[in-house]
């Protein structure tokens, strides 16, 4: 069973730590960016192994949340902890008043993309790169 719990920074980056296609760094360099804002930090488990986490923030100041990073360990993969993440912060977004979810991938992330329009999220917008690939896509799910 998953469990999904509220954590701290460090426990994110202890996990992050586990996802081969996460630069271990990433979180230490750009946690400038949770400064001054209302955050979600979460944890996922599963038979007390870690299985993933999930950071959200108010980067827009527009009445969203920010899911500004998921991941999941390898061996938790298929197992629901993607969708558990998920449904929590949804919950926890309603509750904090939050009118919609905003979330950036690459367009190379195939599997979470088809995982966010699973889940009702729709595209917003596409940041160009020179290489398709890298390009990001903003997506959007509304919690009305």
Known sequence: MVEIFESKIEDAERIGELIP????????KNIHKLENSKT?????SISKKDAGYAICYDRYNDGSTYL?????????REHG???ALMQYIYNWAKKEGYKSIKVKTQNFRKAMLIALIKNGFNFLEVEDSEDINTS???LEKLLI
Do not use: R
Not at 40 to 44: E, G, K, N, P, V
């Open 40 to 44: 979600l930090i979460l944890s996922a």
């Open 136 to 138: 990001k896509i903003l």
């Open 81 to 83: 902890v993607m969708n």
């Open 68 to 76: 500004w990073l998921l991941g999941v360990v390898p061996e938790a």
């Open 21 to 28: 296609e996460f630069d271990p760094l990433y979180i230490q």
